[in-house]
Nanobody, 113 residues
Framework: QVQLVESGGGLVQPGGSLRLSCAASGSISSIYLMGWYRQVPGKMRELVAVITSSGSTNYADSVKGRFTISRDNAKNTVYLQMNSLKPEDTAVYYC???????WGQGTQVTVSS
């Protein structure tokens, strides 16, 4: 089993920045990919950004150029630096790891003036 603990969400004004962190613990040796998804009420959970253990990344088109995902393998932690935030980035952000499929509890990000 793998446990994922997120931190760093909150309220920020449009154009501001936040950094999310996700620390993994437990049986982490099998984890290949970690990343972030987000969900708003009434919509499906969507990919934000993922990173493999070798450092390859993939981003949603909506966040390219604004968000940066990084990973500290020594700390078993993945980060999401979010810059130039927009109101449409408001969502619950979930940390994700696989294989097979693990999810964090979610952290709320609200972008509003």
């Amino acid at each position: 089993q793998v446990q994922l603990v997120e931190s760093g969400g909150g309220l920020v004004q449009p154009g501001g920045s936040l950094r999310l962190s996700c620390a993994a613990s437990g049986s982490i040796s099998s984890i290949y990919l970690m990343g972030w998804y987000r969900q708003v009420p009434g919509k499906m959970r969507e990919l934000v950004a993922v990173i493999t253990s070798s450092g390859s990344t993939n981003y949603a088109d909506s966040v390219k150029g604004r968000f940066t995902i990084s990973r500290d393998n020594a700390k078993n932690t993945v980060y999401l630096q979010m810059n130039s935030l927009k109101p449409e980035d408001t969502a619950v952000y979930y940390c994700h790891a696989r294989p097979p499929q693990y999810w964090g509890q979610g952290t709320q990000v609200t972008v509003s003036s």
